[in-house]
T-cell receptor, first 112, second 111 residues
């Protein structure tokens, strides 16, 4: 089982819809969770991080964490074509040599 | 604006010819990381510096070396690039082991 699992997609949503990106992880000791957006040929850009169970909102983005279910998600409201990118889920576990563990990413396509 | 800067943005080298990639940061972060990312794959951590302490990943080939002469700068040296080393090389920084911020990357081509 991979440490961080994401559906590779592509996930296609119409402009203005809510995009829901999901990530599951295997290690219950994971403490911090991050969502990065990566446009083709560019570097990852941090868009959200969450440490506690529940929801965290920042503009059109909401991160949701459920440690009991080992599940973290990213909701993008009012999706725009400019949101089309690969979204990487990453987590930090202190027993993993102080490094981020990345999922393989989900490709999001927002169609106008 | 505080940022992570990588130079060059694009690097072409010949098979076996040493190459050095550079990273600098104005965030005053104490941790600096080097990642390798190949197409459609997640970034792969090569090594990182926590302050002056070097931390190598077990599966990083000896062909890859790093230097951090001061807080702001970090270098990635590839001693004898092979065709399989063609990739995007990403530098990232963080304050302690918190959220990481990436530079724009260097695209390495090996001929």
């Amino acid at each position: 089982q991979k440490e961080v699992e994401q559906n590779s997609g592509p996930l296609s949503v119409p402009e203005g819809a809510i995009a829901s990106l999901n990530c599951t992880y295997s290690d219950r000791g994971s403490q911090s969770f991050f969502w990065y957006r990566q446009y083709s040929g560019k570097s990852p850009e941090l868009i959200m991080f969450i440490y506690s169970n529940g929801d965290k909102e920042d503009g059109r983005f909401t991160a949701q964490l459920n440690k009991a279910s080992q599940y973290v998600s990213l909701l993008i409201r009012d999706s725009q074509p400019s949101d089309s990118a690969t979204y990487l889920c990453a987590l930090y576990h202190p027993g993993h040599g102080n490094k981020l563990v990345f999922g393989a990413g989900t490709i999001l396509r927002v169609k106008s | 604006d505080a940022m992570v800067i990588q130079n060059p943005r694009y690097q072409v080298t010949q098979f076996g010819k040493p190459v050095t990639l550079s990273c600098s940061q104005t965030l005053n972060h104490n941790v600096m990381y080097w990642y390798q990312q190949k197409s459609s794959q997640a970034p792969k951590l090569l090594f990182h510096y926590y302050d002056k302490d070097f931390n190598n990943e077990a599966d990083t080939p000896d062909n890859f070396q790093s230097r951090r002469p001061n807080t702001s700068f970090c270098f990635l040296d590839i001693r004898s690039p092979g065709l399989g080393d063609a990739a995007m090389y990403l530098c990232a920084t963080s304050r302690d082991y918190n959220e990481q911020f990436f530079g724009p990357g260097t695209r390495l081509t090996v001929l």
